[in-house]
C-alpha cells in the first residue's frame, strides 16, 4: 500500500522501489482496499531487499516493527525512516470488520506517504520501502 500512494504522490519525481524482509505476494484485501482508493496495485510484486541492495538510495523506509529489526545495513548514505503501521492482515473478525480494518490502515498510510513526499521529495529521490504490507 505504502509503494502505491508514494507512487501516487511523487508522480514521475522519483523512483520507488518496494522489497520486504520476507516475500508473501499481493494481499487480496489490500489490493481491494486501495483500489477503493482508485490506486491501482494489482500488478506490484513482492520483492526482498537483496534485489535492491546495490542501489543507491536516498530513503529507506520500514512501515513495521519487524522489517525495522530485521533490515539489513546499507553501505552507502540513505536517510532510514520508520513508521509502524498495524498489519491489517492479521485483524481477527466478520469480513465487514476487517474490510473496515485495511480502510483505517491504508488511510493512515496514505497520510503518512503524502506528509512524506510533501517534506522531502527533491528532484530525483529515489525510494526503498521495507516490510510492506503484502
Not at 537483496?50 to 522489517?67: E, G, P, Q
Request: aromatic content about 12%; some cysteine.
Amino acid at each position: 500500500m505504502a509503494e502505491g500512494y508514494l507512487r501516487h504522490f511523487a508522480e514521475d519525481k522519483a523512483r520507488v522501489f518496494s522489497a520486504g524482509v520476507e516475500q508473501h505476494g499481493l494481499n487480496p484485501k489490500a489490493v481491494w482496499a486501495m483500489k477503493e482508493d482508485g490506486i491501482d496495485i494489482s500488478h506490484h510484486t513482492s520483492n526482498l531487499l537483496d534485489d535492491c541492495r546495490d542501489l543507491d538510495l536516498d530513503f529507506v523506509i520500514s512501515v513495521c516493527d519487524h522489517a525495522k529489526e530485521k533490515c539489513p545495513y546499507f553501505p552507502f548514505k540513505t536517510t532510514r525512516i520508520h513508521q509502524n503501521f498495524a498489519d491489517p492482515s492479521t485483524f481477527i473478525g466478520q469480513p465487514e470488520e476487517v474490510n473496515g480494518e485495511f480502510i483505517r490502515v491504508r488511510d493512515l498510510i496514505k497520510t503518512f506517504c503524502k506528509s512524506f513526499v510533501d517534506e522531502n521529495l527533491q528532484e530525483g529521490d529515489r525510494f526503498l520501502l521495507d516490510g510492506i504490507f503484502q
